[in-house]
């Protein structure tokens, strides 16, 4: 007995040395799938851990017209975050294709949302959006928005409440502000259209444009007091960004005019008054707004998350 006992233990000895380089090859004993796994636990834990993500989005808002108009709330913004007046969107430089792509991660070849109309025929996006990570996560989110098209981008599921609000500022104001103070989702992009209507009716740059831009941020500092009564400001993230900028009365080109875009940063773990280092995208936003809620970006994105925005 004792000999068939060894001969069996000399047995299980030989395969497994014998195994040891295939299970080394797929880190079954190495401890590299837990090291891998844990790697990205740690970085995911570098970013700050917020209970809510606010994208704020202002249609056609171009940095320049943001700097020479008066508007107090996201002045606070960006002087008590991170901010660069250089971000870039997409080609072409339109609102629903850059939204598509703000709200996705990705380039608009690849997110195909490739019209600029409210065309229910089409249907919606295609390809997961921020808000379809979110929901998988257990998250809740929602949408409130200034344009009716933008529902293209809202995906069966996953976005928990709904509102075209209207056309105008004061309208979206109204629903958000409202919706804030009683509600604290997870994941809330919201929508303000008035800077892109007045660029398109009168100019971009004109006094009636900036004029707009006064009344939007007017509106987001009602938002920001709905969260300061809640009592859920200081566990947000705020990212104040824009679809396109404009020139003269219209926009969509390549141009700098077009393509350049405000991108601000501002809640718990976010540098203060710090004017950010490097290329940022409008792709970039839904991989931050991931990120900050302790969610993975896709590594398959195009954007990336803009950790010089956070502290270390």
């Known amino acids: 007995m004792r000999t068939r006992n060894w001969s ?7 395969i497994a040395l ?18 891998v796994s844990s790697t ?3 970085a995911a ?4 851990s917020v209970e809510s993500v606010l994208i704020v989005s202002v249609d056609g808002l171009r940095p320049d017209a943001l700097r020479q108009a008066n508007t107090p709330n996201m002045d606070s913004l ?17 609102t629903l294709v850059a939204h598509a792509s703000m709200l996705t991660g990705v380039e608009p070849a690849r997110h195909g949302i490739d019209w600029n109309r409210d065309s229910p025929e089409k249907g919606v996006i295609q390809v997961p959006t921020v808000f379809d990570y979110a929901k998988k996560a257990g998250l809740t989110t929602a949408m409130i928005v200034g344009k009716s098209k933008l529902s293209h981008l809202r995906r069966p599921d996953v976005v928990d409440y709904y509102v075209h609000a209207g056309y105008t500022d004061v309208r979206v104001g109204d ?20 800077p892109d209507s007045a660029g398109h009716a009168v100019g971009w740059m004109s006094d009636a444009q900036i004029k707009a831009i006064e009344e939007t941020d007017a509106n987001i500092g009602r938002i920001l007091s709905s969260l300061r009564a809640r009592g859920t400001a200081s566990r947000c993230a705020i990212i104040v960004t824009a679809d396109h900028g404009g020139h003269e009365k219209t926009h969509g080109t390549a141009s700098d005019e077009d393509m350049t875009i405000p991108w601000i940063c501002w809640g718990n773990g976010v540098k203060k008054s710090h004017l950010l280092q490097g290329r940022v995208g409008v792709c970039d936003t ?13 590594e398959a994105w195009d954007g990336r998350v803009v950790s010089d925005a956070f502290e270390r």
């Open 78 to 94: 960006w002087k008590d975050g991170s901010y660069t007046w250089a971000a870039k969107t997409v080609l072409p430089s339109v």
């Open 8 to 14: 069996l233990f000399f047995i299980v000895i030989v």
């Open 40 to 42: 990205k636990t740690a």
């Open 18 to 35: 014998a195994l040891q380089p295939v299970l080394d090859h797929f880190g079954l004993v190495s401890g590299e799938l837990t090291s």
């Open 45 to 48: 834990a570098e970013q700050p």
């Open 175 to 194: 629903v958000a502000s409202e919706y804030l103070l009683v509600s604290s989702p997870n994941l809330c992009f919201i929508h303000f259209p008035g």
């Open 286 to 298: 839904a991989a931050t707004a991931l990120s900050a809620l302790g969610i993975t970006p896709p």
